[in-house]
């Protein structure tokens, strides 16, 4: 359900959010669902603040019914640096949002109940998502971290894992404790939702991959230069295996050697593209091979 149009943002909730409105003004706690509604609403204005910094539209702001999503045009996770600072900007507003209720309870600017419930609800929402799990800003932090390592598609399998396990966690240990009393059937919802939303991330992953691929060769046209890494790769190696190691702003030219190690060539980033495009992942990475090695000793 739309709520405003601002600034050219959409702006949205959910119709679970709604019924999680409508059950909590029934059980007499509609003052704590409003805060947490604020809350993350605020949240995703700070993500919002963070990709206009960088330049990117955001297009929606839906708040869901355990959190919200800024649905933004264009690939961010294309750029890790990029993409961390846009994750973080959520956890960070809610860490001032924490600071500033400190000062109003301090004050008693506000009924201490409330600025206490205030100051929790941030703490718990900044915490929870800087866990190193997707689909969590966390495990959106974690992934522009080892992209520049390991690769973005591998940086993604990695942090989707930890989503998968964190969820299936929540699930069955939340399922457990609402059954011993000492838990709302909100939490394994809560884990049910993280279980879910990073199956989607792991859906969407090699497509966002190869994108970036296709922009490192754009940039390399426009501006002329691009930073270079390079790797090693025997040469019956599957295309798919040397690609998974390819990392974000780096152009990668790949020495492709026989059993003995002994350089046979070197295929650049380009040309394993095109042998992926044109002939699957499975292919030898030796097809790829353009600049052939001579050896004048043999």
């Given at each position: 359900?739309?709520?405003?149009?601002?600034?050219?943002?959409?702006f949205?909730?959910?119709?679970?959010?709604?019924?999680?409105?409508?059950?909590?003004?029934?059980?007499?706690?509609?003052?704590?669902?409003?805060t947490?509604?604020?809350?993350?609403?605020?949240?995703?204005?700070?993500?919002?603040?963070?990709?206009?910094?960088?330049?990117i539209?955001?297009?929606?702001?839906?708040?869901?019914?355990?959190?919200?999503?800024?649905?933004?045009?264009?690939?961010?996770?294309?750029?890790?640096?990029?993409?961390?600072?846009?994750?973080?900007?959520?956890?960070?507003?809610?860490?001032?949002?924490?600071?500033?209720?400190?000062?109003?309870?301090?004050?008693?600017?506000?009924?201490?109940?409330?600025?206490?419930?205030?100051?929790?609800?941030?703490?718990?929402?900044?915490?929870?998502?800087?866990?190193?799990?997707?689909?969590?800003?966390?495990?959106?932090?974690?992934?522009?971290?080892?992209?520049?390592?390991?690769?973005?598609?591998?940086?993604?399998?990695?942090?989707?894992?930890?989503?998968?396990?964190?969820?299936?966690?929540?699930?069955?240990?939340?399922?457990g404790?609402?059954?011993?009393?000492?838990?709302?059937?909100?939490?394994?919802?809560?884990?049910?939702?993280?279980?879910?939303?990073?199956?989607?991330?792991?859906?969407?992953?090699?497509?966002?991959?190869?994108?970036?691929?296709?922009?490192?060769q754009?940039?390399?046209?426009?501006?002329?230069?691009?930073?270079?890494?390079?790797?090693?790769?025997?040469?019956?190696?599957?295309?798919?295996?040397?690609?998974?190691?390819?990392?974000?702003?780096?152009?990668?030219?790949?020495?492709?050697?026989?059993?003995?190690?002994?350089?046979?060539?070197?295929?650049?980033?380009?040309?394993?593209?095109?042998?992926?495009f044109?002939?699957?992942?499975?292919?030898?990475?030796?097809?790829?091979?353009?600049?052939?090695?001579?050896?004048?000793?043999?």
């Amino acid at each position: 359900m739309r709520l405003a149009t601002l600034f050219g943002i959409r702006f949205s909730v959910n119709p679970w959010f709604l019924l999680l409105l409508l059950a909590a003004a029934w059980a007499g706690r509609l003052t704590e669902a409003a805060t947490v509604f604020a809350v993350a609403l605020l949240h995703e204005i700070g993500h919002v603040v963070a990709a206009r910094g960088y330049g990117i539209q955001v297009s929606e702001v839906e708040l869901l019914p355990f959190g919200g999503v800024a649905r933004m045009e264009g690939l961010l996770e294309a750029d890790p640096a990029v993409e961390a600072g846009i994750a973080l900007a959520g956890p960070l507003t809610n860490l001032v949002l924490l600071g500033l209720g400190v000062l109003a309870w301090r004050y008693e600017l506000f009924p201490a109940a409330w600025a206490s419930f205030f100051v929790g609800t941030n703490a718990a929402i900044a915490g929870f998502n800087l866990l190193p799990a997707l689909p969590m800003d966390g495990g959106r932090l974690f992934r522009a971290y080892r992209a520049r390592r390991v690769g973005y598609r591998r940086a993604t399998h990695q942090a989707v894992r930890l989503g998968k396990a964190l969820g299936a966690a929540l699930l069955v240990g939340g399922a457990g404790l609402v059954y011993g009393g000492y838990a709302s059937v909100t939490l394994p919802l809560v884990g049910l939702f993280v279980l879910l939303a990073a199956g989607r991330e792991a859906e969407t992953a090699g497509y966002v991959f190869m994108v970036s691929l296709i922009r490192k060769q754009q940039a390399l046209a426009a501006n002329g230069c691009l930073g270079a890494e390079a790797l090693v790769a025997r040469a019956d190696a599957p295309v798919r295996h040397v690609v998974d190691r390819f990392v974000p702003q780096r152009y990668h030219l790949v020495w492709v050697v026989d059993e003995a190690g002994r350089p046979e060539g070197i295929a650049a980033e380009a040309d394993i593209l095109e042998c992926l495009f044109d002939r699957g992942l499975d292919v030898p990475v030796s097809e790829a091979v353009q600049v052939r090695y001579i050896d004048k000793r043999r």
